[in-house]
């Protein structure tokens, strides 16, 4: 069985090693259907895309002090593992499970 799952996707902040590194996170949303075959599932995948209506949206981290040093000021280097930045965007994946948030476990840089 071959599912078309639905995501929102961000960016998160992994870690301050090599300069600062970040990762994707996908939020499930929804399946769109469910094929026995993997061509079908595909062809019908950009059909589900094609009509999906999305606003995105801006996140700012995990919370109003995230990226802010102790003095108020915006800064780098006080941005903390995990939080969401940017703007989202949504993917399309056919895949061969129910949709479900990915990574299951943050990475940790190795």
């Excluded at 995990?62 to 989202?88: F, Q, S």
């Amino acid at each position: 069985m071959y599912y078309i799952n639905v995501y929102e996707m961000s960016q998160a902040y992994g870690g301050p090693e090599e300069g600062g590194w970040w990762y994707d996170v996908g939020e499930y949303i929804s399946c769109e259907g469910t094929f026995g075959s993997r061509e079908k599932a595909i062809i019908c995948s950009a059909d589900a895309e094609d009509n999906l209506q999305y606003k995105s949206k801006y996140n700012m981290g995990n919370g109003p002090h995230d990226g802010v040093a102790p003095d108020g000021e915006p800064d780098d280097t006080y941005l903390m593992r995990g939080g969401r930045w940017g703007e989202t965007s949504i993917k399309v994946r056919v895949e061969d499970h129910i949709g479900r948030d990915y990574p299951s476990e943050r990475p940790y840089y190795s």
